[in-house]
């Protein structure tokens, strides 16, 4: 039995003054609160953050659009005394920055809003916590010096149309769209790793995700493993988002026992039975029916943009350039993963696709089928190519050009 742990990633970034403090700025959007209102003691993040949540399900109950918003969202963090981090799906965090910018945004009691930002795993790093991982691993002190000086004295500010609002210095955090980001935020997180041999943590970028193997019943390794994976998040000022974490339980056999739920920092966290992992949908019965139906999905929707540009009397060489760009590359995503263990029927239904999109064009393309085996070969011939690759030894002593796994030696 495999359980799988999933982390997800999307927040929301609220950056308060406290009410009566310097730098609240009525033109950023803030909304004040009366003088007359006695101010709140807060004593914790959370507290804050049901004091906003409070204020905003109760003023807007005429809209309905926002009352649902502000419900859904769920407490991250609490930065500095002044950064309210809170998560959610991403349709749900833009009506919350749509209502702040119509000035229809309350803030929790005792505070204005001076802005907000989406915010990612990224904004949290602290810079000399990073530089001290970096010069343990090697890198050089001028090097370290130059990306501390990157990261620290940021000034920012928010543009909306003609308005500017007053510049702020950021020194945490790594800028949001830099290429180098991703790549910070992998070297901060190198040190996070599993304890036991059982477990394996997978990280892309700022998504994690805690893979156990659980043998006799006993969980112990796998419990332990993400109390640990909690623990060197606090130490490394990450947020584990218990309300949007999900667990999954991989399970064949015959006489299956109850799995209780994993506790994270006093909640418990959701089992599902299937969940996305970096665009890909994953069941607990290891099927692909689910993931076949949501590409065909996508890719149907796409055919009639192609339709349109047929009307429009668009040459075939551009009509295929559009389905190559925006419907084949939906078709095979991440296709050596799960297209081998399809069934018939969900074949069938890929195909289908392609043939229609033929119609439409009006040339052959290549099928499903023979895009798999390129992307195989593709794939196979980089593995073998490359000695740093984790499967690398799987493909040595082939002779003759072979590409395939070897024959282990005993």
Not at 177 to 196: E, I, K, R, Y
Not at 243 to 271: W, Y
Not at 318 to 336: M, V
Request: glycine share 6%; charged share 20%.
């Amino acid at each position: 039995m495999e359980s799988f742990l999933q982390i997800a990633p999307h927040s929301l970034a609220i950056v308060l003054s406290r009410h009566g403090e310097s730098g609240a700025v009525a033109e950023s959007g803030a909304v004040a609160v009366s003088e007359s209102d006695e101010l709140p003691r807060h004593h914790t993040g959370y507290e804050i953050f049901a004091d906003f949540k409070a204020e905003n399900t109760q003023q807007h109950v005429w809209n309905q659009r926002v009352t649902e918003a502000v419900s859904e969202t769920f407490f991250l963090g609490w930065i500095d005394e002044h950064v309210l981090l809170i998560q959610g799906k991403e349709d749900h965090l833009e009506v919350l920055r749509e209502g702040w910018m119509r000035r229809s945004l309350n803030p929790p009691r005792g505070f204005t809003i001076k802005y907000l930002d989406f915010s990612s795993a990224f904004n949290t790093i602290i810079p000399q916590q990073l530089i001290g991982k970096l010069s343990r691993l090697g890198l050089t002190t001028s090097l370290c010096n130059w990306i501390l000086d990157f990261l620290t004295g940021r000034p920012q500010s928010v543009r909306i149309g003609n308005s500017i609002s007053s510049t702020t210095i950021l020194s945490t955090g790594a800028p949001q769209g830099c290429v180098l980001s991703p790549l910070l935020f992998t070297l901060l997180t190198h040190d996070c790793v599993a304890m036991h041999s059982s477990n394996q943590i997978i990280k892309f970028a700022d998504d994690t995700t805690v893979v156990g193997l659980i043998s006799k019943n006993d969980e112990s390794a796998y419990r332990e493993e993400v109390h640990q994976l909690s623990a060197w998040c606090k130490a490394n000022n990450l947020f584990l988002n218990v309300g949007k974490t999900k667990e999954m339980v991989v399970d064949f056999r015959r006489a299956k026992s109850d799995h209780s739920p994993l506790n994270i920092d006093g909640a418990s966290v959701e089992i599902v039975k299937s969940t996305k992992f970096l665009g890909v949908h994953l069941e607990e019965n290891l099927t692909w029916s689910l993931n076949t139906r949501s590409i065909s999905k996508k890719a149907q929707q796409r055919l009639y943009f192609l339709r349109k540009l047929r009307k429009a009397h668009l040459p075939p060489p551009i009509l295929t350039t559009f389905y190559r760009g925006t419907i084949e590359s939906i078709l095979s995503g991440c296709i050596t993963a799960w297209f081998g263990n399809c069934t018939v029927s969900d074949r069938k239904a890929l195909q289908r696709i392609v043939r229609t999109a033929e119609k439409i064009i009006g040339v052959s393309l290549p099928s499903i089928t023979d895009i798999y085996t390129t992307r195989c070969i593709r794939k196979a011939t980089c593995i073998v190519d490359d000695p740093t690759q984790s499967s690398h030894f799987c493909h040595q002593g082939r002779g003759s050009g072979a590409v395939g796994p070897s024959q282990p030696d005993f």
